[in-house]
């Protein structure tokens, strides 16, 4: 039992430091990439982005819509339901804007960037990739994770942008809170802190979810269950790993 | 005296050995996990040859062309491409070497979301600074070679096998390779795609004056096309020769191999307890 335990967390940091080296492998080709394959980042982008934006916007709407029905059911104890707009505001640009875009990235681009990559390994492109002298890493790998990174904060954007809309149709033309109150008192209280918050974890959650894809996804087994486990660990582990990282910036934010 | 002499003579016919072959395998060691794969092989390949490594399924065939070409590690033992011990070299230096190498993987192994001439075009607008109008021309000349010009256009998934092949072997030919290797090339063809690979084989072989491997266990083709053929088996080379020195062989593996014969030194059966004992036995798992 102790021995088990003891196993599994060799394990967990022996691949936790591989994660690690493979991070800062990308890191150190990002430049070369960026400079001599730009083409290549602007396609994931787009493939990336062009993936999750239209489950990222209906989502967004509808989960504005909720957060507005239940600040007013709420709020509207206290009398204070011109608060809504401050209500969905923080809880989307701190919070549910960045997490629920990631989950929902790592569920829609994560899952085809992990079996893409890993298909190509088990179809031999990556291999025959490198008997063509051609750096697997540069020329697949670092291009879809920048593609990832780089769309995730404008999917975020996006997600809480929509999410707000949803709550003012909801709040301001179902409820009939004041229109003026709902953005006014918005904006007078969320501050650039808040919303840098958001765009940190929005950089952090896009760097997670985009590193795993492409980690899972490269190093699968080349088998067809090989390639259907890595794709179920990449949305398991991203959505593990972003929520504990987000408790971790909430908490620093707020010290 | 005498030993100093024999040792220069051996010394000389190795200068000539070498300059004839562009790789040279020596005392090859390597195991995947507890199971030894190789022990001890030593082959040559001859500079503008067509060469085949056979020998039956699970003997490694294609983890030698893996280790020839650095893709794995060899556990112990040296493998000298020119001279030059591949293990030693830096990354960079490995890349250069491959730009020497074409591979025909055995599934093709195409990029999926490139069209075949994209596929072919691929290596040069990676090595090279070439207009698209010369790589145009020489895509173009490449997938005449393979006789697929018309299929240029089309994606990898609406190739057949036979034509998926041909346009791996026109991407493997892009850069003027030294070397070709061909992984399994007739696996799975019918008879006419066959006959055109064999073909294919021999004519890059003597036209363009390329060093061919094959790995290959169809003895018919490969006694076609082959100038020299290893049968390896056990982990090391268990004949060499010409196809027809290895058809004369009398040896009982080589025969078995050579005729197809189901059972001999290769046995049918795969390592198993005793059939009656296993059958009768009681159920004790």
């Known amino acids: ?255 | 005296m005498r030993i100093q002499r024999s040792c220069l003579l051996c010394y000389a016919r190795e200068m000539t050995a070498n300059d004839d072959n562009i790789i040279e395998i020596r005392d090859l060691w390597f195991a995947r996990g507890a199971t030894p794969i190789f022990k001890g092989l030593n082959a040559d390949i001859k500079r503008g040859h067509v060469t085949a490594l056979m020998g039956p399924s699970g003997t490694g065939k294609t983890t030698l062309l893996r280790l020839i070409t650095r893709q794995l590690r060899p556990d112990s033992g040296r493998i000298l491409v020119d001279g030059v011990d591949i293990a030693d070299l830096s990354k960079s230096d490995l890349y250069k070497l491959r730009k020497r190498f074409g591979m025909l993987f055995q599934n093709g192994a195409l990029l999926t979301d490139l069209t075949v001439f994209e596929n072919v075009a691929f290596p040069l607008r990676e090595h090279t600074s070439l207009s698209n109008r010369l790589i145009r021309h020489v895509v173009l000349t490449k997938l005449h070679a393979v006789g697929l010009r018309g299929a240029a256009d089309m994606l990898p998934r609406e190739l057949s096998g036979g034509m998926a092949r041909r346009v791996a072997l026109a991407r493997a030919m892009a850069t003027d390779p030294d070397i070709l290797i061909y992984d399994e090339p007739f696996v799975g063809l019918d008879p006419i795609s066959m006959g055109v690979i064999v073909r294919l084989v021999r004519r890059m072989n003597d036209a363009l004056g390329i060093t061919s491997i094959i790995v290959s266990h169809d003895v018919d083709e490969v006694s076609t096309v082959a100038d020299i053929s290893y049968l390896l088996s056990d982990g090391t080379v268990a004949a060499s020769g010409s196809p027809a020195e290895l058809n004369r062989a009398s040896s009982e593996l080589v025969r078995q191999f050579m005729h197809g014969m189901a059972d001999g030194p290769v046995a049918f059966h795969y390592q198993a307890p005793d059939y009656a004992e296993q059958l009768l036995g009681r159920d004790s798992e």
């Open chain 1, 1 to 255: 039992m102790l021995r088990e335990a003891y196993v599994s967390l060799v394990v967990f940091v022996r691949t936790f430091g591989a994660l690690t080296l493979f991070l800062l492998e990308l890191i150190v080709q990002v430049p070369r990439v960026f400079v001599r394959r730009f083409p290549l980042i602007v396609a994931q982008v787009y493939n990336a982005g062009s993936l999750s934006l239209v489950i990222i916007m209906v989502c967004g709407a509808f989960v504005g819509g909720v957060l507005a029905l239940q600040g007013y059911a709420n709020l509207t104890r206290f009398n204070a339901e011109d608060a809504v707009g401050i209500f969905a505001g923080f809880a989307l640009i701190k919070e549910l804007g960045p997490v629920i875009t990631a989950l929902l990235f790592a569920g829609r681009a994560g899952t085809a960037l992990a079996s893409e990559i890993g298909l190509m390994k088990a179809t031999d492109q990556l291999a025959a990739m490198e008997m063509m002298a051609v750096d697997p890493v540069r020329r697949v790998v670092v291009p879809r994770f920048l593609g990832g990174v780089i769309a995730m904060p404008l999917l975020v954007a996006v997600f809480s942008m929509i999410g707000l809309l949803g709550a003012h149709m909801v709040g301001v033309m179902l409820l009939n809170i004041d229109v003026g109150a709902f953005w006014q008192q918005m904006q007078s209280t969320l501050g650039l802190r808040d919303v840098m918050e958001g765009i940190l974890k929005s950089i952090v959650f896009g760097i997670i979810a985009s590193l795993l894809a492409v980690w899972e996804g490269y190093n699968a087994i080349p088998t067809a269950e090989g390639v259907s486990r890595a794709t179920t660990r990449t949305v398991v582990l991203t959505a593990i790993a972003v929520l504990i990282s987000d408790f971790m910036i909430t908490a620093w934010f707020l010290r």
